[in-house]
């Protein structure tokens, strides 16, 4: 898998997590609590999250990314 494929996988998840977060306050703000649709959209938003962390840790596992070094202590 390229480098490009694999940011666009990345940004894939941010806008689906973004976009669940926003669903999640516009069901909250036009439903006032008749329905569960707000907490549907924020379980899914908690674990898109969840499944893009986890992916990213397996993918730095198998070798798949490399992380950059950044905060890492200059010597």
């Known amino acids: 898998m390229n480098d490009s494929l694999k940011t666009l996988v990345v940004i894939a998840f ?3 997590i973004l976009w669940n ?3 999640g306050l516009y069901y909250m703000l036009v439903d006032k609590g008749g329905s569960k649709r707000t907490v549907n959209a924020l379980t899914r938003r908690i674990v898109l999250s969840v ?3 986890l992916g990213v840790m397996f993918a ?3 070798g798949w990314i490399d992380f950059h070094g950044v905060g ?3 010597r």
């Open 14 to 16: 941010l806008i689906l």
């Open 21 to 23: 977060l926003g669903a």
């Open 51 to 53: 499944v893009l962390i």
């Open 60 to 62: 730095a596992w198998m």
């Open 72 to 74: 890492a202590n200059p």
